[in-house]
């Protein structure tokens, strides 16, 4: 059974800093990206950032220069630092997994999880 567990979530101040992590079990492929994305209340979920097996990295452009997303494939697990944060950077963030290479889309990944909340105050 696959699970993903993310943590790290919190209240920050604007400005401020949060480093999310996302630990994986019970995963058998060799090679996955994964991704984190996000959702605001009343909003869809849109993408934030992915990172292949091999260490490649997509960004939004909304967080580009902000995040950094990187993975301990030894721990399984992917982390998304992020810096400089903005009160339109709350919302409940999600990491999930994909065969698919450093894909964007949401429907390209099939095991998510349950999402930690990042609130960002002014």
């Known amino acids: 059974q696959v699970q993903l567990v993310e943590s790290g979530g919190g209240l920050v101040q604007a400005g401020g800093s949060l480093r999310l992590s996302c630990a994986a079990s019970?995963?058998?492929?060799?090679?996955?990206?994964m991704g984190w994305f996000r959702q605001a209340p009343g909003k869809e979920r849109e993408f934030v950032a992915t990172i292949s097996g091999s260490g490649i990295q997509k960004y939004a452009d909304s967080v580009k220069g902000r995040f950094t997303i990187s993975r301990d494939n030894a721990k399984n697990t992917v982390y998304l630092q992020m810096n400089s944060l903005k009160p339109e950077d709350t919302a409940v963030y999600s990491c999930a997994v994909s065969r698919l290479f450093a894909v964007v889309a949401a429907s390209g990944y099939y095991y998510w999880g349950q999402g930690t909340q990042v609130t960002v105050s002014t």
């Open positions: 019970g995963l058998t492929e060799s090679r996955y990206s």
